[in-house]
C-alpha cells in the first residue's frame, strides 16, 4: 500500500471586518498585534519586502538595530504561530508562500478584474481590518486607511456597474439593492443618490425619486452647505416635469473620473488609469481634454515617457482654451525633460509660458515658471510660481513650487533656508492625500537635512519616504521610477 501524501493545512486571512488568521480552519492568534499586522502586510500586498522597510513601517521610532531586532522576534512568533515553512526571509526580504494560503482581499480583487462582480460585492463582509489599530505605528494606521479607501472605491465601482446593468437591462427591481448599498458607503455621493432616482422613476414609482431628491438636497445642505450638482437638479426637473430623464451612460462618466482621481492620490496607478480609460470612453468632447491631461501624468508618474507624451499630445490637441493649453504643455515639458528630451522640454516650457500669458491664467502661469526654473535653474522663475501659486486655491501648483525651490537652494548650499519650504510644501502635501507626492517630499527633507547636519531628523524622514514609497504603483511595474521623482 502506497503512503498518502501529507496535504498542508490551508492558512486563511480574512480583513474584511474584524481580521481573523485560521489554519486548517482553526483560529490563530499571536500575543503581539505586530505578528498580526506585519502577516497580514505581507498577505494583502502580495509581494516581498525589504527588511528595513518593514522594520520602518511598525517600529519607526527605534534606531535600525533595535528594529530589526523587534522584526527577529516578531517573526518568530509568527514561525511558532503556523510553522516554519510559511515565510521566505533571507538576510534581506521578507515574504509569505502563497501555496494554499486564501486572503480575501486577493479574492475580491480577483473577482474585479475577472467582473465578476456579484462575487465581488459578495465578498465585501465590513470595513478593512475594523477595530484593529497600532498605537506607535503611524506608517501602518496609513497604509490600512488608505487600504481601506482603495477597497471601499473597488467596491462602490462594483456596485456602480451592477446597477448601470441591471438599469440598462430595465430591470429596476434588481438594480436597486446594489443602487441602496451604494449609497450606504458614502451617503454624500451624488451619482448613487441619481442611480437611485432613475431606478424609481424606471419603476414607475415618482414619488419615491423625487423623495429620493429631496432627501439629497437636505443632506447635501445640512453637511455641506451646498445645493445638489446641476445634474442632480436636471434629472429632479425630468422627473417631475414627465421628461425623459438624463442616462445612465452620461453619468457614469463623473463617478469613473472621481474614482481615478482616488487612486491617483493614494499611488494606485493601474485602477487610476483604468478609471480614467473608462471615463474616456464615455466623454464628450468638451470633456476629452481634461482626461487625457490626466492620463497623460498618472503615466508620467510612472515613468511610461511614451504613452505619457501620446495623451499629452492628444489633451493638447482637445484643449479648449490657451490656458488648458499652456497647463499641458507645462507638464507635458516636464515628463520630457525627465526622459532626456531637452530640446522639446525648452520648447514646451517656451510654449507654456506664451499660451499662459496670452491667456493671463494664474495657474497656468505659476506652471509656466515653475517649469522654466527647473529647466534653467533659475530661482527667479521659482519664486514667481510660488508667488502665483499661493493666490490659487488648489495647493498642488503651490506644493510643486515650494519644492522645485527649497531643491534649487539646496544646491546652492542654502539647506537651511530650504528646508521650511519643503516643510510647508510637505504639509499642504500630506493634507491634499497625494501619497507619492508626499514620499517624495520626506525623501528629499530627508537629504535636505542631512546637509544641514541634523542626522535623526533625517533619518526619521527617509524611514517615512521608504514605508510611502514601497506602497506606489503596481508590483515589478516600472517600479525605479517611482523613486526617481525629485522635482514636479
Request: net charge neutral; with cysteine; proline share 4%.
Amino acid at each position: 500500500m502506497g503512503v498518502t501524501a501529507h496535504k498542508r493545512p490551508r492558512l486563511e486571512i480574512i480583513t474584511l471586518g474584524a481580521p481573523r488568521i485560521e489554519l486548517g480552519g482553526r483560529p490563530i492568534s499571536f500575543d503581539t498585534r505586530k505578528a498580526t499586522a506585519l502577516l497580514i502586510y505581507l498577505a494583502v500586498t502580495d509581494r516581498p519586502h525589504r527588511r528595513e522597510t518593514i522594520a520602518a513601517l511598525l517600529w519607526p521610532e527605534r534606531d535600525e538595530e533595535h528594529a530589526r531586532g523587534a522584526l527577529r522576534r516578531t517573526l518568530s512568533v509568527i514561525r511558532t504561530g503556523l510553522g516554519p515553512d510559511r515565510l521566505h526571509a533571507d538576510s534581506d526580504t521578507l515574504g509569505l508562500d502563497r501555496d494554499q494560503l486564501r486572503v480575501d482581499v486577493t479574492e475580491l480583487r480577483r473577482a474585479l478584474a475577472e467582473e465578476r462582480h456579484i462575487d465581488a460585492v459578495r465578498s465585501y463582509g465590513g470595513e478593512f481590518l475594523a477595530g484593529f489599530a497600532l498605537r506607535d505605528a503611524p506608517a501602518f494606521d496609513e497604509w490600512q486607511a488608505a487600504e481601506s479607501e482603495r477597497l471601499r472605491s473597488d467596491l462602490s465601482g462594483a456596485l456602480a456597474k451592477l446597477v448601470a446593468k441591471h438599469e440598462a437591462a430595465g430591470a429596476p427591481e434588481r438594480a436597486l439593492p446594489y443602487a441602496r448599498r451604494w449609497l450606504e458607503l458614502d451617503a454624500l455621493h451624488e451619482p448613487a443618490h441619481r442611480a437611485l432616482m432613475r431606478l424609481h422613476a424606471l419603476a414607475g414609482d415618482r414619488a419615491a425619486a423625487l423623495r429620493q431628491y429631496r432627501e439629497c438636497a437636505a443632506l447635501l445642505d445640512r453637511e455641506l452647505g451646498v445645493a445638489p450638482h446641476p445634474e442632480t437638479r436636471a434629472l429632479e426637473r425630468a422627473i417631475r416635469e414627465g421628461t425623459s430623464a438624463p442616462s445612465a451612460i452620461r453619468q457614469s462618466r463623473p463617478a469613473d473620473e472621481a474614482l481615478g482621481d482616488v487612486h491617483t492620490l493614494h499611488g494606485d496607478y493601474v485602477r487610476a488609469i483604468a478609471s480614467y480609460e473608462a471615463a474616456l470612453a464615455g466623454a464628450d468632447d468638451d470633456a476629452r481634454g481634461a482626461l487625457e491631461h490626466k492620463l497623460a501624468d498618472v503615466h508620467h508618474r510612472r515613468g511610461d515617457w511614451q504613452r505619457a507624451a501620446e495623451h499629452y499630445r492628444a489633451a493638447r490637441d482637445a484643449a479648449r482654451d490657451d490656458a488648458a493649453r499652456a497647463r499641458v504643455c507645462a507638464d507635458w515639458s516636464l515628463a520630457s525633460h525627465r526622459s532626456s528630451d531637452p530640446a522639446r522640454a525648452a520648447r514646451l516650457a517656451r510654449e507654456s509660458l506664451e499660451l499662459a500669458e496670452k491667456a493671463k491664467d494664474a495657474r497656468a502661469l505659476a506652471q509656466a515658471h515653475n517649469i522654466l526654473g527647473v529647466l534653467t535653474g533659475d530661482v527667479r522663475h521659482l519664486r514667481r510660481s510660488v508667488e502665483i501659486a499661493t493666490t490659487l486655491p488648489d495647493p498642488s501648483v503651490r506644493i510643486a513650487a515650494l519644492n522645485n525651490l527649497a531643491l534649487a537652494l539646496g544646491r546652492d548650499g542654502q539647506a537651511e533656508r530650504a528646508i521650511p519650504l519643503t516643510e510647508e510644501a510637505l504639509a499642504l502635501c500630506a493634507r491634499l492625500g497625494d501619497r507619492h507626492r508626499e514620499a517624495a517630499l520626506h525623501n528629499n527633507l530627508a537629504d535636505l537635512l542631512k546637509a544641514a547636519g541634523r542626522q535623526s531628523e533625517s533619518m526619521r524622514h527617509l524611514k517615512r519616504a521608504v514605508a510611502l514609497f514601497a506602497e506606489i504603483g503596481a508590483p515589478q511595474e516600472l517600479e525605479p521610477e517611482v523613486w526617481k521623482l525629485v522635482e514636479w
